[in-house]
Structures are given as structure tokens and as C-alpha cells.
């Protein structure tokens, strides 16, 4: 295996612009969402992705000093709530932090007892498969239990993009 070579010294990167560079590239928005037995746990993730079709793996990152994580960590097994375009305000509301993020929040169980959010493009039932400390974040990898039947025709997906909500446009050939 080829090592990469020395460098000999590693520049800072600033947190502002390594953030604002990453900006530029789009996301989708999800909502991952457990439930504790009491009530149901959730936040926004932007950081989400697909890792292995066999087995069924999913992945996400979040923050480290999460107060939403824990709890759900600590059941084992989660849902991914994939965002509609016209979920701005679930995003949102999930993002904040010390408020009621379930309110007026329309929601079904998963067969594992997840929150399944009324009107997600799709959803993934999952079970915590691994986790891995990443410098402020965790790692978390998902094996996928149960899916959506299919996300709805006409419907598309919120994007992140520069600081800002975003749709698609129209198909390009």
C-alpha cells in the first residue's frame, strides 16, 4: 500500500470558511427520529447518506454534544425521515434546540416504534449497526430494517444549499 507523502507542515482551516465551502455543496434534509418508550426524540440532519446495499447500510453524523442523540442511541434503532420540499418549517423546528420539537408534529409509529413524519419523501427503519468517534461528530451507521414503499411521484426533495433552503428544477438531459 502506497503511504501518502510528508507534508511538512498543515495549514489551520478556519471553521467559518471550511464551513462556507462545504456550503457550496447540496444536501438533502432529513429528520432522524427514535422513540425512548415516553416520547418521541428527533432532529435535523443534513449529513446522511447510503453506505451498502448488502447488507441494507445508512449513515449519518451529528454533533457530539447533541442533546437529541443520546436518547436514541441509547435504544438502539432510529428512522430517517427524508424531507419534502415543502418541510421547511419541520426542518426547521427540529433543528432548534430546548423547545418542543414535537408539536403539531403529525407522526405514526414504524413497525420498531419510530416516528414516521406525515408527508416525508420516504422513510428507513433502522437498527444502530456501528458508531465512530470523527473529531466533533459521531459517526453513526444504520442497518436498514424497513423502508417506505416509494416516495411519492410528484413530490421533491428539501436541499440545502449556501445557507439556504432549495428545490430542484427541472430535469436536465
Not at 462556507?20 to 455543496?25: A, D, V
Not at 405514526?108 to 466533533?136: F, K, Q, T
Not at 413530490?155 to 436536465?172: A, F, K, M, N, S
Request: contains cysteine; proline residues 8%; hydrophobic residues 35%.
Amino acid at each position: 500500500m502506497n503511504q501518502p507523502p510528508e507534508t511538512k507542515a498543515i495549514a489551520r482551516i478556519d471553521p467559518r470558511v471550511f464551513r462556507e465551502t462545504l456550503g457550496h455543496y447540496p444536501s438533502g434534509i432529513t429528520v432522524i427520529a427514535g422513540h425512548d418508550g415516553d416520547r418521541p426524540i428527533g432532529f435535523t440532519c443534513q449529513s446522511f447518506y447510503s453506505v451498502s446495499m448488502e447488507p441494507p447500510l445508512v449513515s449519518f453524523s451529528v454533533m457530539r454534544t447533541s442533546t437529541s442523540y443520546p436518547p436514541i442511541r441509547a435504544t438502539g434503532r432510529f428512522a430517517v425521515n427524508v424531507l419534502a420540499g415543502d418541510q421547511t418549517a419541520i426542518s426547521n423546528q427540529f433543528a432548534r434546540s430546548g423547545t418542543d420539537k414535537w408539536n403539531a408534529v403529525e407522526w405514526r409509529p414504524s413497525r420498531s416504534g419510530n416516528p414516521i413524519l406525515r408527508g416525508s419523501l420516504m422513510w428507513l427503519d433502522c437498527a444502530v449497526h456501528a458508531e465512530y468517534e470523527a473529531g466533533d461528530h459521531f459517526i453513526v451507521v444504520g442497518r436498514v430494517l424497513d423502508t417506505s414503499d416509494h416516495a411519492a411521484a410528484d413530490d421533491l426533495p428539501l436541499l440545502y444549499y449556501r445557507g439556504c433552503y432549495r428545490q430542484l428544477g427541472e430535469p436536465v438531459v
